[in-house]
């Protein structure tokens, strides 16, 4: 990837083929040089929403997610898993990384993350 916008259509590319979304919204989106956000709405199979978020960074390296915030909630509003990187739990051993599992106070450590990986649990979680 070059720029921002083969980052994004990257992103989209993976969304259309998951086999789990059913349908999905822009909300936003910024593609300036090198970086960017992006901010969508899933809908997928089994009726579960999913938000998904990011500020990013295209580089020779490759791209840096500088922010994230996946969010997974049931289709009755309930938090399933949301996983991000915003400062605000020093005491877990992956800080800044973590992940909300089921509830907003359960609080575990977890590596960093990218649309590709959550996508690629959800399809394990719910079924291929």
Known sequence: MTNASDYLT????LIVL??????????????QGDRGLLRYRLTLKDGSLLELF????????????????????RYDGQLRKRWDNAP???????????????EEENVLP????????VLAIITTETGA
Do not use: C
């Open 88 to 102: 605000h739990h020093p005491e877990i051993a992956t800080y800044p990384y973590h992940l909300h599992d089921g």
């Open 18 to 31: 998951s086999p789990q979304v059913l349908d999905w919204t822009i909300v936003r989106e910024e593609a």
């Open 54 to 73: 990011e500020f990013f960074l295209v580089t020779q390296a490759g791209v840096q997610i500088t922010k994230y915030r996946f969010h997974w909630q």
């Open 110 to 117: 977890n590596e960093s993350m990218n649309v590709e990986k």
């Open 10 to 13: 990257h992103v989209k590319a």
